[in-house]
């Protein structure tokens, strides 16, 4: 867990997240829940706009796959010039 409103780049201890706001979290545990994240395909002003290839390519695209978490297969189909 990052520290919320923290300086510098360390984690938040878990006593620091029990005395929180007065030790209103005196129960809080660390849990580690997957997330996931929605990407939408949204409109642009049209000289703005995007074509598909720009993202859906194998060289130079906007998204890498692979960094995302997709399967060789899956990355193949959705690198496929459209």
Do not use: V, W
């Not at 360390?10 to 545990?29: C, F, H, P, Q, V």
């Not at 995007?50 to 399967?71: I, K, M, V």
């Amino acid at each position: 867990m990052a520290r919320a409103g923290g300086k510098g780049k360390r984690d938040t201890t878990l006593e620091e997240m029990r005395a929180y706001d007065n030790g209103r979290y005196k129960s809080a545990i660390i849990r580690s829940t997957p997330q996931y994240f929605n990407m939408y395909h949204s409109i642009a002003p049209a000289k703005e706009a995007l074509q598909c290839n720009d993202c859906h390519t194998a060289t130079e695209g906007r998204l890498d796959f692979a960094q995302l978490g997709y399967s060789e297969a899956m990355i193949e189909e959705l690198s496929e010039e459209r």
